[in-house]
């Protein structure tokens, strides 16, 4: 099956830093999410992109598929971004998705 | 935005019992639905995917006779635990995919086997 690698597997920043975690799959995709998992479990979808790049608010998220990489951009860290990143993908042959091992994320004020 | 719900948060029973976990989405029909099991400080595991209707396809190593999946309708889908036994401890969380192929993902269900 595909494989799924995160980097930093952690991340410790000052409340206010910049940081990029990167995420590099094995294979084509038809689906790439980016999410957070907050403290109590909860995963709480941030972009949905299989290609191309996305702005939300302070996230931003950039795939470029024919290099099999996606990076997430988290400008003026707050200590409420702490917690797990992970990346999913769908190759195109399946339905499944499949999730990297996370970024574990700590901002300090 | 979708919801998926599940029931119970949290759950703590004794080793031997059986634990019934449901996932439900509130606002949409679930085309198919996913149970992913979690051990802490690790990352999300695919047990079985399942389709309204028919049987769960479950994913190598995982026992379809331990963890039983019924997906009767499209918007609710259970899985029960059978004979629990302390390594089956875990975070077990559902997602939902709806007709335009979102996924939306269940707040969770943390099981405590004693």
């Known amino acids: 099956g595909i494989q799924v690698e995160q980097s930093p597997p952690d991340l410790i920043l000052q409340e206010g830093a910049n940081s990029t975690l990167r995420c590099n799959f094995s294979?084509?995709?038809?689906?790439l999410q980016w999410f957070h998992q907050n403290p109590w479990g909860q995963l709480i979808n941030l972009f949905y992109?299989?290609?191309g790049t996305k702005q939300n608010g302070r996230l931003s998220a950039t795939t470029v598929a024919t290099e099999r990489y996606s990076l997430l951009y988290i400008s003026s860290s707050q200590t409420t971004d702490s917690g797990v990143y992970f990346c999913?993908?769908?190759?195109?042959?399946?339905?499944?998705?499949?999730f990297g091992e996370g970024t574990q994320l700590t901002v300090n004020p | 935005g979708a919801v998926v719900s599940q029931h119970p948060s949290r759950v703590i029973c004794k080793s031997g019992t059986s634990v019934k976990i449901e996932c439900r989405s509130l606002d949409f029909q679930a085309t198919t639905m996913f149970w992913y099991r979690q051990f802490p400080k690790q990352s999300l595991m695919l047990m079985a995917t399942s389709n309204e209707g028919s049987k769960a396809t479950y994913e190598q190593g995982v026992e379809k006779d331990k963890f039983l999946i019924n997906h009767a309708s499209l918007t609710l889908s259970t899985l029960t635990v059978t004979s629990a036994h302390p390594e089956d401890s875990s975070f077990y969380i559902c997602?939902?995919?709806?007709?335009?192929?979102?996924?939306?993902f269940g707040p969770g269900t943390r099981l405590t086997v004693t």
């Open positions: 997602s939902a995919r709806d007709r335009g192929g979102g996924r939306y």
């Open positions: 294979d084509s995709v038809n689906n």
């Open positions: 999913a993908v769908q190759e195109t042959s399946g339905s499944r998705l499949t």
């Open positions: 992109i299989p290609s």
